[in-house]
Each structure stands twice: as structure tokens, then as C-alpha cells.
């Protein structure tokens, strides 16, 4: 009996095996066969070759699935619209399959990859409990605003994760090495359900203390769901077992992170560009020193300076501090969010676009359901508030340890050598932020 063609699954933000329904069509298509493929595609690989921790953190990822596939993923390296067909080609592949992209460079690669394939392109499955698009108002448009969208949203509903396929030969002689990188701790599919599974326990109090750096208590599930090493929809079924309001709050977290997948789909140009186009006449000043300062750190402010260790460092940044440390670089400094956003990217593990840069917009209140333009942190206030005994702070920055309590978020009433001077004087700043907004109306 001739045995079927193997089909091609090619793995892009969805590194696992369970819960992956292009994954199940791929198995089906070519009747167990398969090719397990993953494209290091220059454009988005060599964008910046400062980006060691997402690349160590892919890379590990990586690793992790070929494991779990008998070390026979194949990685490839060059422009996937080349790649793809050639090692379709090669193998006499009746099929490839995705998870359906929804990003701006994702769709335009996967029509050039469609259009040079000899077999078809099945995208099955998303990054999404509900793809962008499905939710739509009873006139047939998309959400402008979270709230009606969430309701929208839980009366969809969502499918039921499913098992990996019951039978699978991975076919991996193809394969290149991966590339060289350094050990990350907890990364692929088994950390990422083991790490959920543990943080499920203490899911009651999320609602309490999300907003607590200092207590370090946040899943950083954004990480796994940013490799895809597991679905939402695997997470949203645990949550509906639970009965607090932390779950409940975690739920419209995540709901909030499809919102801006659905906005970024339907408006590709907010990557960079404001929602709101009244904006791109905003009065922003041209990234210079005080640019730099924020980026490393020094800008004398310990809740900003913190957080941009933190990312530095383990390229990861508490949520509560994302919003600080935004609104200061867009009100204080009155420097472009697109900026802070591409800084972010370039340094996040969990870096994901739609996420990025819709959440840069919200705090510079040009993008849907955006905080108000008035909203404008300060930096002290919010240290105080959330990191009331100064723990975070001297965590990420060593000359503050000798600071207790308030001492640690106001250094320049206290002696703290090596420490530098505030850049700026935030109420002064706050007044100019507000007229350069007010001169929109």
C-alpha cells in the first residue's frame, strides 16, 4: 500500500504539542507523518543583535520542543518564503500547517509563502481563545472599547483544549543545529504547565496584588504565551474551575491581551502609528540624553530606574511598572511612545506587538479605550503606593539598599551616593504634558 505523503508543521508561536489544532490537521493530513519545522527568519532574528535574552529565552524554547519530538525539529534559517516551499519540495509534502498569524509582517509572510508553495497552506488555530475578527457588535463591526468587548467576548465563547495527536513520526533528518545561546531556566510546553499549575494555587489573591512589584507574586505567563509553549484557552479552562475574584481578574487579562490582538489586526498601522490620528499632531521631543538615561536606568526617579534595570537585566518588567515607567517617558520626558516601544520590543522576553504596543498607547492616551491624556503617573506617588517598603527599588538598584521604607522612593532627601539627580522635575513636566495635550482640543 502506498504509504501518504508527510505533511509539513510549521511551528512559529505555537511551541508545543498539546492543544495545538493545526498540529492535530497537520498528524491527519499526512496520516502521522510528519516534519516538524521551525524558520529563523532574519528579519525578525537579526532586527537587533542586542536582543540576547529573547533569543536565548526562543532558543531554549526551541530546544525544549525538539526534545519532546525526539530531537528532530528542523530549524532552518533564511526567508521563509523560501525555505518553506524548498523543504516542501524536498520531502513531497501533500500539506503545510500553521496557527494562523494576525500580526502586520505575519500575514504578508504567510501570502508569500502560500503563493510559492506547490501544496496548500492550512492555517488552523490561532494565539487566541477567540481569533481577531470574531467578535464583532450586533451591526457587524469591531470593538472600539475593552468593556463592551469583553462582555462580547465571554458570550462567544471558546473552544475546549484539545490532546496532542494520538500517533506521530517525526521525520527530522533535515534538521540544522540551533543556535548557540545561553541556559534559560523554564522554558518549553512542561515548565510552562507546571509553572501555571503551581501559580493556580495562589490565583485568589492576584486580584490583590497585581500591582505589588515588591511581592513578586504576578504568573509572568506572558512569557510561555508569548512562545506559545501554551494556549489561553488551556489557561481559561483552569481558571472556569475557579472561584475568586483573582480568577476572575486574571480571566480579563488575558481577555485584555486579545483586544489588542483584534485592534492590531484590524488597524496593522497602530504598530507604530496612533489609533486616535488626532495625536500624530502631538508636540514630542526628539529622543536625546534624557532618552538614554531612561533606557539604563539614571533618570533619578527609583520606580522608573527599577524597572528599567529589571528589564536590562532579566528582560522582564513588572505590569504596574510598564505603566510608570511609559508615562514617564511620554509625559515627563515628552518623548514618542513609539520609542519606548520599540525599546521594549528589543528587550522584552515576552515582547509580543499587538500587547506592546496597544498597551503604549493606552497610557499615552492616543490609542482605543485609552487612559485619558490627564492621567499622568507620578513616579513617587506610585512607588509609594505599590512598593510601600521599598523592596522593589533596592532589589534592582544596590545604592538604595542603605534606604528604608519611603526613604528608598525620595533619595534626594536622603544621602544616597551613586545614586544620580532627578532629570527632570515631574510637577514642572507634568504642566508642560498637559499643554501640549491641551493644544489637541
Known amino acids: ?77 533564511g526567508d521563509p518564503a523560501e525555505v518553506v516551499p524548498a523543504l516542501a519540495k524536498e520531502i513531497g509534502a501533500v500539506s503545510v500547517h500553521v496557527a494562523a498569524d494576525y500580526g502586520p509582517y505575519g500575514q504578508r509572510r504567510d501570502r508569500a509563502v502560500e503563493e510559492a508553495l506547490d501544496c496548500p497552506l492550512i492555517a488552523t488555530g490561532s494565539p487566541y481563545a477567540v481569533a481577531p475578527g470574531r467578535v464583532l457588535t450586533q451591526q457587524g463591526s469591531s470593538y472600539q472599547v475593552f468593556t463592551p468587548y469583553f462582555r462580547a467576548w465571554l458570550e462567544h465563547g471558546w473552544r475546549q483544549p484539545v490532546d496532542p495527536p494520538a500517533r506521530v513520526e517525526w521525520i527530522g533528518r533535515w534538521s540544522d543545529a540551533l ?55 488551556t489557561m481559561l479552562a483552569d481558571l472556569a474551575r475557579q472561584r475568586s475574584a483573582g480568577a476572575e481578574a486574571y ?71 510598564r505603566m510608570v515607567v511609559a508615562s ?44 485619558p491624556y490627564f492621567r499622568i503617573f507620578n513616579p513617587t506617588t506610585q512607588g509609594l503606593k505599590f512598593d510601600p517598603a521599598g523592596d522593589y527599588v533596592r532589589r534592582w538598584i544596590p545604592a538604595l539598599a542603605n534606604l528604608p521604607g519611603r526613604a528608598a522612593h525620595e533619595p534626594w532627601k536622603h544621602s544616597a551616593e551613586g545614586y544620580p539627580a532627578r532629570i527632570v522635575d515631574h510637577a514642572e513636566a507634568r504642566q508642560e504634558a498637559l499643554r501640549r495635550y491641551d493644544a489637541l482640543r
Open 328 to 371: 514617564f517617558l511620554v509625559k515627563d520626558l515628552h518623548v514618542h511612545w513609539k520609542h519606548g516601544a520599540k525599546w521594549f520590543m528589543r528587550k522584552l522576553q515576552d515582547g509580543d506587538l499587538a500587547s506592546n504596543s496597544l498597551n503604549w498607547q493606552w497610557v499615552a492616551g492616543c490609542g482605543a479605550d485609552a487612559s
Open 1 to 77: 500500500m502506498r504509504r501518504v505523503a508527510p505533511a509539513v508543521m510549521w511551528f512559529r508561536r505555537d511551541l508545543r504539542l498539546a492543544d495545538n489544532p493545526a498540529l492535530l490537521d497537520a498528524a491527519a493530513a499526512g496520516d502521522g507523518q510528519l516534519i516538524g519545522l521551525f524558520v529563523l527568519d532574519p528579519l525578525l532574528w537579526d532586527e537587533d543583535e542586542e536582543a540576547d535574552a529573547r533569543r536565548d529565552r526562543l532558543v531554549a524554547s526551541l530546544r525544549s520542543l525538539s526534545d519532546s519530538m525526539g530531537g528532530k525539529l528542523v530549524v532552518r534559517r
Open 179 to 233: 543556535p548557540s545561546a545561553s541556559p534559560v531556566d523554564g522554558a518549553g510546553e512542561g515548565a510552562a504547565r507546571q509553572h501555571w499549575q503551581d501559580y493556580l494555587d495562589g490565583v485568589a489573591a492576584y486580584d490583590d496584588e497585581r500591582d505589588r512589584p515588591d511581592l513578586d507574586s504576578t504568573s509572568r505567563m506572558s512569557i510561555p504565551l508569548k512562545y506559545g509553549e501554551i494556549h489561553p484557552r
Open 251 to 321: 480571566r480579563r487579562e488575558l481577555a485584555w491581551r486579545e483586544f489588542c490582538g483584534d485592534l492590531l489586526a484590524r488597524h496593522p498601522e497602530a504598530a507604530w502609528k496612533p489609533l486616535r490620528p488626532e495625536f500624530e499632531k502631538l508636540a514630542y521631543d526628539e529622543p536625546g540624553d534624557s532618552f538614554d538615561a531612561w533606557c539604563n536606568g539614571l533618570t533619578g526617579y527609583p520606580i522608573v530606574d527599577a524597572g528599567m534595570r529589571q528589564l536590562a537585566q532579566s528582560g522582564f518588567m513588572h505590569n504596574r511598572v
